[in-house]
Each structure stands twice: as C-alpha cells, then as structure tokens.
C-alpha cells in the first residue's frame, strides 16, 4: 500500500495526486485517534496530547473527548 501510495504521489496527473492526498489525510486521521486512545489510556493528559500534536489541549479534546 505504501508502495501505490508513494508512486501515486509522484505522478503528473492531478486526480491521482490529490486522491492521494485524501488517502493520506484519512490514515493520518485514524493513526491520530488511535494514538490518542492509547496515550489517554495509559494516563496522558489532554495538555501532554495536545503537546505531542503542536495543538492546543482544548483542540484536541474537543475532538477525542467523550
């Protein structure tokens, strides 16, 4: 997948590339959450989070928190 992924982003042709650029916003997106899970179960704070990501912990609380 990184393979497809890698020559997807190297072509000329636009639809390619900004499909792409989806797929990589979509598994950015499911790697954060995940990471954000496993930091918030083994005791980090929002504000530690919010640290890791360069955002503030409102931001991401505001986004994971339940």
Avoid: C, F, N
């Amino acid at each position: 997948m990184a393979d497809d992924l890698s020559a997807q982003l190297r072509t000329t042709d636009p639809a390619v590339g900004l499909r792409a650029v989806g797929a990589l916003r979509r598994l950015a997106e499911q790697v954060e959450a995940q990471q954000v899970a496993l930091a918030r179960e083994q005791g980090w704070s929002w504000e530690q989070i919010g640290d890791a990501l360069g955002v503030a912990r409102q931001s991401v609380h505001a986004k994971y928190g339940k």
